[in-house]
């Protein structure tokens, strides 16, 4: 039977099949919200469940492309009694005889993170090659300088993109017997059997027997055999390969030469060349330095900690922290020590303050719900409370403003987890900004 939601997932979260991933995502959060026990009055446990239960399939690629693709299934003797549709391309709408269902990915990057969209649907081959071309240059230009995974993720998608996407065989091989059934039931015999030759090497034991025994019936029926070598139009040329190697590969080419560049720009020799803080915040000459930059204490005079804190330790009182809660990460990918705060939006109250040692991750948790920002300072040494820095070389916070709410489902209560990454990242388009020392003092 044919039919595009045989289980009617799309429709309990009520889209349309062709839906993108993040249509499906957002009518997720919507229903979850509408529907939940806990926090609407329209709760319907069962509607709640339902709903869960459909995105944790379309919400998943592959198990998306599967769904999509088991809906194309059929009997020989079905072709034979009724008249079926032959597949059509999701893009163009046009019949396709040998469609795949493809995904392809493309990469954003933000300063906070790096994520990864699919992009999926049943293809013919040349509208599967736009979209990877498509997805390919969309990734070249927003997914490459996110840290770490942004070239990591970039690349691979990049070229997995240029070499066809990603797609299942055995979904595949799947299409395209309902193809050679629904040509078959429609009269087109000639087709008919050139796709049941194809489907003959079918790994599935079933369909493969299937169709060699259609594609005997159908030479005995006076098909011709010289004329059933299908063109397979989803070989990739070698310009589209090269193409995509090319994009690949100029990631890490022009990381390379933004890094060299930048270091020809700082002072020689200095340790403190590449933080976040003065490659973002501008203008660069405000940042204020300190001269003495050989590890000495800033000011003789003034006593410094003795004991460095360890990374990730809670600096002065944090009694806003509780078991529970959301989590903030931070990287620091930087060559200098950091103190992060985080403070609620309106208030500015701080609700924690913490330790980042230099090219260390750490992470707080027992964040309650609420809107924060998270700033950050470096310094060159600590005062004798070894809860802030004598000094700040710079102090910056990140741009947005983020929300952290718990979501309570059927099963689980679900916590958030920030994460930051402090890094020296020349010309990502979302700058922390600078703020001053009073301001971070504050
Ligand atoms: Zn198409």
């Known amino acids: 039977m044919s039919g595009s939601d045989p289980q009617g997932l799309y429709q309990a979260l009520g889209i349309d099949p062709s839906a993108s991933a993040e249509d499906i995502k957002s009518a997720y959060r919507r229903l979850a919200k509408e529907t939940h026990p806990d926090t609407s009055a329209n709760a319907s446990t069962e509607k709640f469940q339902r709903i869960s239960a459909a995105y944790e399939v379309l919400g998943d690629p592959q198990k998306r492309a599967h769904y999509d693709s088991a809906t194309y299934q059929a009997s020989t003797q079905e072709a034979e009694e009724h008249v079926l549709d032959p597949i059509c ?114 790994r599935d034991k079933e369909i493969s027997k299937n169709a060699a025994d259609l594609a005997k019936q159908l030479e005995n029926a006076g098909a011709d055999s010289r004329q059933a070598k299908l063109r397979n139009p989803w070989k990739i040329s070698a310009l589209y390969g090269a193409g995509h190697l090319l994009m690949a590969f100029a990631l890490p080419g022009t990381i390379g030469l933004l890094i060299y560049a930048d270091s020809q720009r700082g002072p020689p020799h200095s340790d403190y060349g590449y933080t976040a803080a003065n490659i973002y915040s501008a203008p660069p000459s405000s940042i204020q330095y300190n001269p003495a930059m050989q590890k000495q204490p800033a000011k003789p005079s003034v006593p410094t900690c003795v004991t460095l804190p360890f990374n990730g330790k809670l600096l002065g009182p944090n009694q806003l922290l509780n078991s529970g809660g959301h989590s903030l990460e931070i990287r620091n990918g930087s060559s200098g020590n950091a103190i992060i705060k985080l403070r609620e939006e309106f208030s500015r109250t701080v609700v924690a303050a913490f330790y980042v040692s230099s090219n260390q991750t750490a992470q707080i948790e027992g964040i309650p719900d609420g809107r924060y920002r998270v700033q950050y300072a470096f310094g060159d040494a600590l005062d004798a409370t070894c809860n802030s820095f004598v000094e700040l070389s710079g102090a910056g916070q990140f741009p947005q403003a983020e929300a952290l709410e718990t979501e309570r489902t059927a099963t689980q209560i679900v916590t958030q987890v920030l994460t930051y990454t402090l890094y020296a990242v020349p010309a990502g388009n979302v700058t922390p900004q600078h703020i001053s020392v009073e301001e971070f003092d504050r």
């Open 89 to 202: 391309c999701s893009r163009c709408g046009q019949v396709t005889a040998q469609p795949r269902h493809v995904v392809f990915f493309r990469v954003y990057s933000y300063i906070v993170g790096t994520t990864r969209t699919p992009v999926q649907g049943i293809f013919c081959a040349s509208c599967a090659k736009k979209e990877g071309l498509k997805s390919s240059i969309i990734t070249l230009f927003t997914g490459w300088w996110g840290v770490p995974w942004g070239p990591i993720y970039s690349i691979g998608s990049i070229l997995s993109n240029g070499f066809g996407g990603k797609h299942d065989q055995a979904a595949d091989e799947r299409l395209l017997w309902y193809n050679t059934l629904a040509f078959l039931s429609r009269g087109n015999l000639q087709l008919a059997y050139a796709l049941a030759t194809l489907s003959k090497r079918t």
